[in-house]
């Protein structure tokens, strides 16, 4: 996979899977455009990488959109940034609600149409992978305001393939399960909650960050010229066990 001269925009490019994907874009050729919220991430990631870094925080709307048209042009899009709360369904908040949806499912739309608006406005294909979860497939204990937002982000992604298809834009997402990152540490640090999750999935083991990151880049290649609309779960046969 080849991406000398495409500018790619990767939102949470400072940490887990954000970073791994901006890490291998940058390996295979990629010049980088990090959106992330902590200056400290963004400044090892440009050490690392040479990235342009644009630090903005994403439940933020107005400030998500001036964030995206900065990062503006780019050839792809990987909306990886997400974030959680571990609440049971009686007692999750409305600021948890929100600020889940802001993030997970606000701002990727945010980011999209900014970054659609431009290829179709200067004629140009793109391609955009939204990081969605297993958790928008299935009811997971204590993640009603994650379930729904990504369950949200998968519809969003859906209805962005049938509309930008037709302007040359391919849209898709991905759906891991447990991936050992700084996210997963606080949803599954509790041994017995992931020996139990760990059982239900065939391969026997949580994915790396690197395992997800192959999969979006594919996405974005030509090579994936005919998925489009897709959730594709990256989750060790989680689903089908
Ligand atoms: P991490 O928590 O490791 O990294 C998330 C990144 O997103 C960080 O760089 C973080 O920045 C950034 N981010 C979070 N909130 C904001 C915000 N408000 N504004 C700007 N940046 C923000 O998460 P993962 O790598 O694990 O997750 C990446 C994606 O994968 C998410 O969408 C997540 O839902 C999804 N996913 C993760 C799974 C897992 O098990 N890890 C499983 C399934 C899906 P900062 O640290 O500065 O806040």
Same mark, same amino acid.
Request: aromatic share 6%; with cysteine; glycine share 12%.
């Given at each position: 996979m080849d991406f000398e001269g495409k500018r790619v925009i990767v939102t949470g490019a400072g940490k887990g899977i954000g970073r791994a994907t901006a890490v291998m874009l940058a390996r295979r050729g990629a010049s980088v455009v990090a959106l992330t919220r902590s200056p400290r991430d963004l400044e090892t990631l440009e050490a690392e990488i040479g990235c342009i870094s644009i630090a903005v925080d994403l439940a933020d709307a107005d400030a998500t959109r001036a964030a995206a048209r900065q990062a503006l042009p780019a050839d792809l899009l990987v909306n990886c940034a997400g974030t959680t709360e571990l609440e049971a369904f009686l007692d999750v908040s #409305?600021?948890?609600?929100?600020l889940l949806h802001a993030v997970n499912t606000r701002a990727p739309m945010i980011v999209a149409q900014e970054f659609a608006r431009e290829r179709v406005a200067s004629g140009r =294909?793109? &391609? !955009?992978?939204? #990081?969605?979860?297993?958790?928008?497939? #299935?009811? !997971?204990?204590?993640? &009603? &305001?994650?379930?729904?937002? =990504? &369950? $949200? @982000?998968?519809?969003?992604t859906r209805v962005m393939a049938k509309e930008l298809g037709p302007k040359g834009i391919r849209v898709n997402g991905v759906a891991p399960t447990v991936t050992l990152t700084p996210m997963a540490v606080k949803a599954w640090s509790d041994p017995d909650k992931a020996a139990a999750? @760990?059982?239900r !999935?065939? @391969? $026997?083991?949580f994915a790396e960050p690197d395992d997800i990151a192959e999969v979006i880049l594919f996405l974005l290649t030509d090579a994936a010229g005919m998925v489009h609309g897709l959730s594709m779960p990256v989750d060790g046969g989680y689903l089908i066990a």
């Open positions: #409305v600021e948890n609600f929100d =294909k793109g &391609a !955009i992978v939204n #990081v969605s979860s297993c958790a928008s497939f #299935v009811g !997971i204990p204590d993640h &009603a &305001a994650y379930c729904a937002s =990504k &369950a $949200g @982000l998968d519809g969003l999750m @760990l059982t !999935i065939p @391969l $026997g083991r």
